[in-house]
Nanobody, 124 residues
Framework: QLQLVESGGGLVQPGGSLRLSCATSGFMLDYYIIGWIRQAPGRGREGVSCLSGSGGGTNYADSVKGRFTISRDNATVYLQMNSLKPEDTGVYYC???????????????????WGQGTQVTVSS
């Protein structure tokens, strides 16, 4: 059974950093893409970043380029978030889709499997 479990969220001051983890199990990550999608209070979902399990290609939303980095270590996918801003606040989900590239990886409707989410709050 395919499972995705997020961790690493919390409260951080503006300018601070957090590293989110997405532990995957039940499938071969090499054949999937993993996306990070967030939902801010009162707003719709937004694709933040994507990583291809087959080639390691990545994709980032313009709002996080240069601040967030997605990476993989075996079956865990990380999202390193630096220079955090209050507008980064939200629930962060990792999600999986059977695909090779992240060309459309920021389209959150693409993903078939989702984790339960982890809360990130950026506030002073």
């Amino acid at each position: 059974q395919l499972q995705l479990v997020e961790s690493g969220g919390g409260l951080v001051q503006p300018g601070g950093s957090l590293r989110l983890s997405c532990a995957t199990s039940g499938f071969m990550l090499d054949y999937y893409i993993i996306g990070w999608i967030r939902q801010a209070p009162g707003r719709g979902r937004e694709g933040v970043s994507c990583l291809s399990g087959s080639g390691g290609g990545t994709n980032y939303a313009d709002s996080v380029k240069g601040r967030f980095t997605i990476s993989r270590d075996n079956a865990t996918v990380y999202l390193q978030m630096n220079s955090l801003k209050p507008e980064d606040t939200g629930v962060y989900y990792c999600a999986a889709d059977f695909a090779e590239t992240c060309d459309y990886g920021l389209a959150y409707g693409l993903y078939d499997w989702w984790g339960q989410g982890t809360q990130v709050t950026v506030s002073s």
